[in-house]
């Protein structure tokens, strides 16, 4: 099977302080999206995040509970990829809202977006930003969400 026809599972997290999220994003696509990264074969989807976290930030990171799964499909440079996200509740004590975080990695940026101005970056998947906003409102639950069609 070749890597285009494989569905990633992905690890994500879900980091909230004093209002505000910290998002990921590519330097170059400027696409935003939660942080996190491939699960290793015979790892577990919270360590995975947390060797992420540590291997992109450079700082330790607690994942915690898994709060939903999101299917993803998408095109990249014309390609069709798709994606399974598994979404964890995310803390990493070293970093603060008031501070910019620092990539270890040249090619992705991090920063702490306010919750109420989602609308303001490119987020993918789109449909999972007002999913987290439901869940935050709702005080916890499942995030389920998704559409594998790559097509889009």
Not at 52 to 74: D, M, P, R
Not at 103 to 131: C, R, T, Y
Request: glycine content about 12%; hydrophobic content about 35%.
């Amino acid at each position: 099977m070749s890597k285009k026809n494989k569905v990633e599972v992905i690890a994500r997290g879900v980091c909230i302080k004093c209002g505000k999220i910290l998002l990921c994003y590519g330097r170059k696509s400027g696409v935003a999206y939660l942080p996190g990264g491939h699960i290793d074969f015979g790892e577990s989807g919270q360590t995975a995040l947390e060797r992420e976290i540590t291997e992109e930030l450079g700082v330790k990171s607690n994942a915690g509970a898994l709060i939903g799964c999101c299917e993803h499909g998408f095109l990249q440079s014309g390609e069709p990829h798709a994606e399974i996200n598994l979404i964890y509740q995310l803390e990493i004590p070293d970093l603060e809202p008031e501070e910019q975080p620092q990539a270890v990695e040249s090619w992705i940026g991090f920063m702490w977006q306010p919750l109420d101005k989602m609308a303001d970056v490119h987020f993918e998947p789109a449909a999972l930003s007002h999913e987290i906003e439901d869940w935050l409102t709702d005080g916890g639950g499942h995030l389920v969400t998704g559409n594998l069609d790559c097509k889009q």
